[in-house]
């Protein structure tokens, strides 16, 4: 799982460096690449987010929002319903806000108490926002280009993913059948059921020593009371003789 977000990270983020090095050109020449890297992210955050654990509670929701965002994002690029450059400079600009206000937590807030990890993403997120920001006003700026801009913003949301794989944790290492996972857990439960098996044996056989030792009591006790009856016998005997 981790290795697949890292794969979809790595992409994005090749992309927006071959967009940011072809920043010259229009939107259109690229997008079809753009849409594939999108769709190709949306699929992997969409399975990632449905089968994988996470460190962080609720995560793999939240990615898999994302992943439908992004398919839905790359199918609008691909069907030609984003061509111009200013379309796109806007929709990239949209969503790199949206996706920098919701990364923020309550967590990052508190800067004070915050850990280092929190620190470096509310200072990504608020790079997000601040890029996304002015991609809104680029045209009546600096007029960079947009190819440019939709590099550098796809170079971000790239790095944001393959940072966001490290907090996969390794719990579900069967990411399409799960069969992996299910046999460690059939070799466990033989493990435990072998263990329990072992105990009963063990205590069996202690039951059957004590059954052992109970009869050999009992027949020592019947050999005394018939030594005894014997005895008794005898001197009843005896005491007949005498008179």
Request: with cysteine; charged share 20%; glycine share 8%.
């Amino acid at each position: 799982m981790r290795t697949l977000m890292l794969t979809a990270g790595v992409a994005m983020t090749g992309a927006g460096i071959f967009c940011a090095a072809n920043g010259s050109v229009a939107f259109l020449s690229v997008a079809f690449v753009i849409g594939i890297v999108f769709m190709l992210l949306g699929a992997f955050e969409v399975l990632v987010g449905s089968r994988a654990d996470f460190e962080i509670l609720g995560a793999d929701l939240g990615m898999t929002k994302d992943g439908i965002i992004m398919l839905l994002f790359g199918l609008a690029i691909l069907t030609g319903q984003i061509t111009d450059d200013m379309s796109a400079q806007t929709v990239f600009a949209l969503l790199l806000t949206i996706e920098g206000v919701l990364a923020f937590g309550p967590e990052m807030l508190d800067i004070v108490s915050a850990s280092r990890e929190q620190r470096i993403a509310a200072g990504a997120n608020i790079l997000m926002i601040i890029l996304g920001v002015y991609m809104f006003f680029n045209n009546s700026t600096l007029n960079l280009p947009a190819t440019l801009l939709i590099g550098i913003c796809m170079i971000i949301l790239g790095l944001r993913r393959a940072a966001q794989a490290f907090t996969i944790e390794y719990n579900r290492p069967g990411f399409i059948t799960g069969n992996e996972e299910r046999l460690r857990e059939a070799e466990e439960d033989e493990q435990r059921a072998l263990a329990k098996a072992k105990e009963g044996i063990r205590e069996q056989k202690s039951a059957q020593r004590r059954i052992a030792r109970i009869k050999e009591d009992i027949a020592a006790e019947e050999n005394v009371m018939m030594s005894a009856a014997v005895t008794r016998a005898e001197r009843e005997a005896e005491r007949e003789m005498e008179e």
